[in-house]
Protein backbone atom coordinates (compact mmCIF):
# COMPACT_ATOMS: atom_id res chain seq x y z
CA UNK A 1 0.00 0.00 0.00
CA UNK A 2 1.18 3.24 -0.56
CA UNK A 3 -0.43 6.50 0.22
CA UNK A 4 0.12 9.98 -1.16
CA UNK A 5 -1.05 13.16 1.32
CA UNK A 6 -2.14 16.51 -0.78
CA UNK A 7 -3.65 19.42 -0.59
CA UNK A 8 -1.73 21.68 1.81
CA UNK A 9 -1.21 25.00 1.55
CA UNK A 10 -0.99 28.90 3.27
CA UNK A 11 -4.22 29.75 4.48
CA UNK A 12 -5.57 32.44 7.02
CA UNK A 13 -7.06 31.80 10.16
CA UNK A 14 -10.64 30.95 9.44
CA UNK A 15 -10.33 29.62 6.61
CA UNK A 16 -10.72 26.28 4.70
CA UNK A 17 -8.93 23.57 3.13
CA UNK A 18 -9.49 19.84 2.18
CA UNK A 19 -6.49 17.40 2.11
CA UNK A 20 -6.58 14.18 0.07
CA UNK A 21 -4.79 11.18 0.86
CA UNK A 22 -4.87 8.73 -2.60
CA UNK A 23 -3.77 5.21 -1.62
CA UNK A 24 -2.70 2.55 -4.38
CA UNK A 25 -3.49 -1.08 -3.95
CA UNK A 26 -6.06 -3.30 -4.13
CA UNK A 27 -6.97 -3.64 -0.26
CA UNK A 28 -8.44 0.34 -0.43
CA UNK A 29 -11.63 -0.93 0.47
CA UNK A 30 -10.30 -2.63 3.75
CA UNK A 31 -7.93 -0.17 5.16
CA UNK A 32 -8.71 1.92 8.12
CA UNK A 33 -7.44 5.41 7.34
CA UNK A 34 -6.01 7.58 10.17
CA UNK A 35 -4.74 11.66 10.02
CA UNK A 36 -2.06 12.50 12.11
CA UNK A 37 -0.27 16.02 12.29
CA UNK A 38 3.31 17.33 13.41
CA UNK A 39 4.09 20.37 14.23
CA UNK A 40 7.63 21.79 14.78
CA UNK A 41 9.13 20.61 18.15
CA UNK A 42 6.13 18.54 18.60
CA UNK A 43 5.66 15.10 18.33
CA UNK A 44 3.27 13.36 16.07
CA UNK A 45 -0.79 13.49 17.02
CA UNK A 46 -3.99 12.07 16.10
CA UNK A 47 -6.15 14.33 14.31
CA UNK A 48 -9.14 12.17 13.24
CA UNK A 49 -9.81 8.34 11.59
CA UNK A 50 -12.11 7.04 9.39
CA UNK A 51 -12.87 2.76 9.38
CA UNK A 52 -13.00 0.69 6.10
CA UNK A 53 -16.48 0.89 5.23
CA UNK A 54 -16.42 4.72 6.06
CA UNK A 55 -19.34 3.88 8.70
CA UNK A 56 -17.27 5.06 11.54
CA UNK A 57 -15.50 8.54 12.23
CA UNK A 58 -13.67 9.75 14.73
CA UNK A 59 -11.87 13.03 15.58
CA UNK A 60 -9.01 14.42 18.87
CA UNK A 61 -10.96 17.26 20.28
CA UNK A 62 -9.02 20.01 18.85
CA UNK A 63 -11.01 19.32 16.02
CA UNK A 64 -14.09 17.83 16.44
CA UNK A 65 -16.49 20.17 14.83
CA UNK A 66 -14.05 21.55 12.28
CA UNK A 67 -12.59 19.03 10.74
CA UNK A 68 -14.48 16.00 8.65
CA UNK A 69 -13.21 13.09 7.69
CA UNK A 70 -14.59 10.99 4.32
CA UNK A 71 -13.57 8.80 1.79
CA UNK A 72 -14.77 7.48 -1.66
CA UNK A 73 -13.63 4.01 -2.37
CA UNK A 74 -14.05 3.97 -5.93
CA UNK A 75 -11.17 6.47 -6.24
CA UNK A 76 -8.97 4.63 -3.15
CA UNK A 77 -9.10 8.13 -1.69
CA UNK A 78 -9.47 9.62 1.71
CA UNK A 79 -10.79 13.34 2.15
CA UNK A 80 -9.64 15.91 5.67
CA UNK A 81 -12.32 18.64 5.12
CA UNK A 82 -10.61 21.13 7.60
CA UNK A 83 -12.50 24.34 8.11
CA UNK A 84 -12.33 27.30 10.84
CA UNK A 85 -8.81 26.87 10.95
CA UNK A 86 -6.64 28.33 13.36
CA UNK A 87 -3.23 29.23 13.35
CA UNK A 88 -2.43 26.14 16.04
CA UNK A 89 -3.88 23.63 13.40
CA UNK A 90 -0.64 24.57 11.49
CA UNK A 91 1.25 21.26 11.29
CA UNK A 92 2.74 18.44 8.37
CA UNK A 93 -0.10 16.44 7.71
CA UNK A 94 0.25 12.84 7.44
CA UNK A 95 -2.23 10.09 6.16
CA UNK A 96 -1.57 6.85 7.81
CA UNK A 97 -3.53 3.19 6.89
CA UNK A 98 -3.92 -0.09 8.55
CA UNK A 99 -5.57 -3.06 7.33
CA UNK A 100 -8.89 -3.67 9.12
CA UNK A 101 -9.04 -7.13 10.76
CA UNK A 102 -10.64 -6.55 14.40
CA UNK A 103 -12.93 -3.39 13.66
CA UNK A 104 -10.48 -1.59 15.66
CA UNK A 105 -9.61 1.31 14.38
CA UNK A 106 -6.12 2.57 15.60
CA UNK A 107 -5.77 6.33 17.24
CA UNK A 108 -2.23 5.76 17.83
CA UNK A 109 -0.03 6.24 15.03
CA UNK A 110 2.07 3.03 16.25
CA UNK A 111 -0.87 0.65 15.03
CA UNK A 112 -0.40 2.28 11.87
CA UNK A 113 0.83 0.12 9.21
CA UNK A 114 1.66 2.67 5.45
CA UNK A 115 2.19 5.99 5.49
CA UNK A 116 2.61 9.01 3.12
CA UNK A 117 4.72 11.65 2.96
CA UNK A 118 3.03 14.70 4.47
CA UNK A 119 1.45 17.99 3.24
CA UNK A 120 2.34 20.80 5.35
CA UNK A 121 -0.75 23.41 6.21
CA UNK A 122 0.25 26.87 7.16
CA UNK A 123 -2.60 28.87 8.88
CA UNK A 124 -1.46 32.40 9.53
CA UNK A 125 -3.44 34.59 11.98
Known amino acids: VQLQASGGGLVQAGGSLRLSCAAS????????IGWFRQAPGNEREFVGAISWSGGNTYYADSVKGRFTISRDNAKNTVYLQMNSLKPEDTAVYYC???????????????????WGQGTLVTVSS
Open 96 to 114: AAVINYSGNVPRRNREYDY
Open 25 to 32: GRTFSRLN
